[in-house]
Nanobody
Framework: QVQLVESGGGLVQAGGSLRLSCVAS????????LGWFRQAPGKEREFVAA???????YYADSVKGRFTISRDNAKNTMSLQMNSLSTHDTGVYYC?????????????????WGQGTQVTVSS
């Protein structure tokens, strides 16, 4: 089992920045990919960014150039630096871990999920 805990969400004005963090605990002695997903009210959960154990990164087109994902394998932590936020970025942000295969944007490929942290961007 793996436990994921997100933090760093909050309320920010459009154009502002937030930094989300995710801490993994439990079965973390093997390599795994990590990802961020978000879900706005009434919408499906969508891919935001992912990072492989090797630190290769992948981004949704909507966040490229604004968000930066990073991880510290020794500490089992991951971060998402979000800049130039817009109201479209509002939602619950989830951290997820994938132990099964190549880094992916498909939420079905992720094995474990955190509880989520709310990000609200006001206009």
């Amino acid at each position: 089992q793996v436990q994921l805990v997100e933090s760093g969400g909050g309320l920010v004005q459009a154009g502002g920045s937030l930094r989300l963090s995710c801490v993994a605990s439990g079965r973390t002695s093997v390599t795994y990919a990590l990802g961020w997903f978000r879900q706005a009210p009434g919408k499906e959960r969508e891919f935001v960014a992912a990072i492989a154990w090797s630190r290769s990164t992948y981004y949704a087109d909507s966040v490229k150039g604004r968000f930066t994902i990073s991880r510290d394998n020794a500490k089992n932590t991951m971060s998402l630096q979000m800049n130039s936020l817009s109201t479209h970025d509002t939602g619950v942000y989830y951290c997820a871990a994938d132990f099964r295969g190549p880094t992916t944007a498909n939420p079905r490929d992720y094995d474990y999920w955190g509880q989520g942290t709310q990000v609200t961007v006001s206009s």
